[in-house]
């Protein structure tokens, strides 16, 4: 199934209906509060200290539900009408605005202690409308600079989103270096397909105090690792029944697929049951 | 839920808007109060962040004239209860918000205001 972002809109594609569904299911629960404790553990505020947040594409309130729970107090921007009712609906704490991130924010400088935005940026990477306020890069300038500014000294502002190429990737992290941010990208489980989850982790001044987190890497240690062997270079010549082996066999075509995921190139097919399976005989 | 915090960190965004654009006026403001929890480290880590003449003369438009004309040095409880009252717990529901400087109106139902710029207003 193709993407959300590449549907519609947001303001359209989360119409009353997808609203609700969303909102609904555990799932999206689950994966939101998650992400958002994550967003949270590298947003590194300092302890016990009420900070007012940003919640950046806010929705129906699923993650300001556990900012709220973790005792910060927040506001929250969204550009889909259906889904800040239900919010309304569902009663968050945070105060909420209907506001397109692309066109800037108004907040004075040095507003927010910090923001967070779950599953938001990569709506902005499509024009709408030909207008040249409407392109991407743009968009994504405006929306920057006006963070930047809302933001105290120090700060951070953490965005979890998804990327569908490294094009866009350099895109984003040039449009908010030019604006005056510090850091770059964390990748959290970097060689898992479902478990991969990019952040954008942005710092507002600092003078260098501040230090890049680490992405979590995932718990199975990669102690598989081939040392090498020169009995290894008998094996591949010939079989027990004196045959030459295949050298491109299931083994080895799996072995490339795993090296083309994890360098994030497109298009590989998944693995099943016929990779690698011969053919029949011509005839 | 306009509250006067985030109405006071609030300024006009639309194209050209760069001076006198704070802050933006209530008009025909419905307002509800909902007890929040009192928090006297966040309102005086707050403090910092808060235009005083803006906060009282806002308030007083929306009838609330329990805070002082000047910023006191001192901070004493009662003080920041006034504070925690007029900031979190004075709901706006309905109305609208005008800029000062461009005349934008940025409505306010159910207690979510608009932010939305037309397209020749984006800068």
Same mark, same amino acid.
């Given at each position: ?86 919010? /309304? $609906?569902? =009663? #968050? !704490?945070? *105060? ?11 907040? %004075? ?106 992405? /979590? $890497?995932? =718990? #199975? !240690?990669? *102690? ?11 094996? %591949? ?47 | 839920?306009?509250?006067l ?33 009192f928090?006297p480290?966040?309102i ?8 005083w003449?803006?906060l009282v003369?806002?308030a007083?438009?929306?009838?609330d004239t329990s805070l002082p004309?000047?910023q006191p040095?001192?901070m004493d409880d009662e003080l920041l209860k006034t504070l925690h009252h007029v900031l979190l717990e004075v ?33």
């Amino acid at each position: 199934m193709s993407r959300p972002e590449l549907q519609a809109p947001p303001e359209i594609y989360y119409g009353d209906i997808e609203a609700k569904k969303y909102t609904k299911n555990t799932r999206n629960q689950q994966i939101q509060a998650d992400m958002t404790y994550r967003a949270l553990e590298l947003l590194n505020l300092p302890p016990d200290e009420p900070a007012f947040l940003l919640d950046i594409g806010c929705g129906s309130g699923l993650s300001g539900e556990i900012l709220t729970e973790e005792g910060f107090i927040w506001a929250g921007v969204d550009i889909a009408p259906s889904m800040l009712e239900v919010a /309304l $609906e569902r =009663e #968050v !704490e945070g *105060d909420l605005f209907l506001q397109d991130i692309g066109q800037g924010f108004g907040f %004075r400088p040095g507003s927010f202690d910090g923001a967070i935005s779950i599953s938001v940026l990569q709506w902005l990477l499509n024009a709408e409308t030909s207008h040249p306020t409407s392109s991407p890069p743009h968009r994504l300038s405006r929306f920057f600079t006006t963070l930047h500014s809302a933001l105290r000294n120090p700060s951070r502002a953490v965005f979890q989103f998804y990327p569908s190429s490294d094009d866009q990737i350099q895109l984003i992290t040039a449009c908010a270096l030019k604006a005056g941010f510090g850091g770059g990208i964390v990748v959290d489980y970097p060689n898992s397909n479902k478990a991969k989850k990019v952040f954008l982790c942005l710092f507002v001044g600092g003078g260098g105090q501040q230090q890049m987190p680490k992405g /979590l $890497e995932s =718990e #199975v !240690e990669d *102690d598989a690792r081939a040392r090498f062997e020169r009995r290894r270079e008998r094996v %591949r010549g010939k079989d027990k029944n004196g045959k030459r082996k295949h050298v491109k066999d299931r083994d080895w075509i799996l072995q490339k697929k795993e090296l083309y995921r994890k360098r994030g190139k497109e298009g590989v097919p998944n693995d099943s049951k016929f990779t690698g399976r011969r053919r029949r005989p011509a005839f | 839920m306009v509250r006067l915090i985030t109405h006071n960190l609030l300024s006009c965004h639309a194209k050209g808007c760069t001076t006198n654009n704070f802050p933006l006026q209530f008009k025909d403001a419905e307002i509800e109060h909902r007890d929040a929890e009192f928090n006297p480290e966040f309102i005086r880590g707050l403090l910092p962040k808060i235009e005083w003449k803006a906060l009282v003369d806002t308030a007083k438009g929306l009838g609330d004239t329990s805070l002082p004309d000047e910023q006191p040095e001192m901070m004493d409880d009662e003080l920041l209860k006034t504070l925690h009252h007029v900031l979190l717990e004075v709901h706006i529901e309905e109305g609208q918000m005008i800029c000062p400087n461009c005349n934008h109106v940025y409505p306010i139902s159910n207690g979510i205001p608009n932010m939305l710029l037309a397209e020749h207003e984006i800068a």
